[in-house]
């Protein structure tokens, strides 16, 4: 049977995946049974996607990222390098918690960069981007821009990737787009 995605000789793809057209999987990665991954995405060397987890298309996944039972990213989330995702709040080696893992969802456009840790269940916002080394503990709003340990809320960012600066009238401009947006009761609205 024909595929429509790549695979690295290296790679290992287990039965009953859902890999859209397109899509490439490098080196020593494992594609475990059951996920499904939209169409072009990049998943990099030495990456795992455990079962039932949902990449929507266009989704980048930097080299040694883990991405547990539980997870579901929308289309065109970055994934940067040597990031984590947990799937159980209070993990023992000696008890099975199996059937008892916490959902994270990772909205549209969101990056999420090199060694940030995403803590179970704690939601990203479209267009958010969480710094390098970040480990987030509580959900992040759409447009954050959040770092540190744990992560803190210290700006926005444009759907670009760029920091927005509001003027007195709530709104700021993309330099690179030009698209406008607006602060409204510490949310941000793409006008």
């Not at 995946?17 to 049974?33: A, L, P, Y």
């Not at 039932?52 to 997870?71: D, M």
């Amino acid at each position: 049977m024909k595929q429509d995605y790549f695979a690295h000789d290296s790679a290992i793809v287990d039965e009953g995946c859902n890999i859209g057209k397109g899509t490439k999987i490098w080196h020593f990665s494992h594609i475990m049974n059951n996920c499904t991954i939209g169409e072009n995405c990049n998943i990099g060397q030495n990456v795992v996607v455990s079962p039932e987890v949902v990449l929507g298309s266009n989704c980048k996944v930097q080299n040694n990222v883990s991405i547990y039972t539980g997870v579901i990213c929308e289309e065109d989330v970055f994934l940067g390098p040597s990031m984590v995702f947990t799937n159980v709040t209070n993990p023992r080696s000696g008890v099975n918690r199996r059937g008892q893992y916490t959902k994270t969802i990772v909205k549209k456009g969101a990056s999420i960069g090199a060694n940030a840790t995403i803590v179970c269940g704690h939601d990203i916002g479209q267009f958010a981007f969480i710094g390098a080394g970040a480990v987030v503990t509580k959900e992040v709003p759409a447009y954050a821009l959040v770092v540190g340990n744990p992560a803190k809320h210290i700006g926005w960012m444009s759907e670009f990737g760029h920091r927005l600066n509001f003027n007195n009238d709530a709104i700021a401009i993309c330099p690179e787009s030009k698209e406008k947006y607006n602060l409204i009761e510490n949310r941000v609205i793409k006008l």
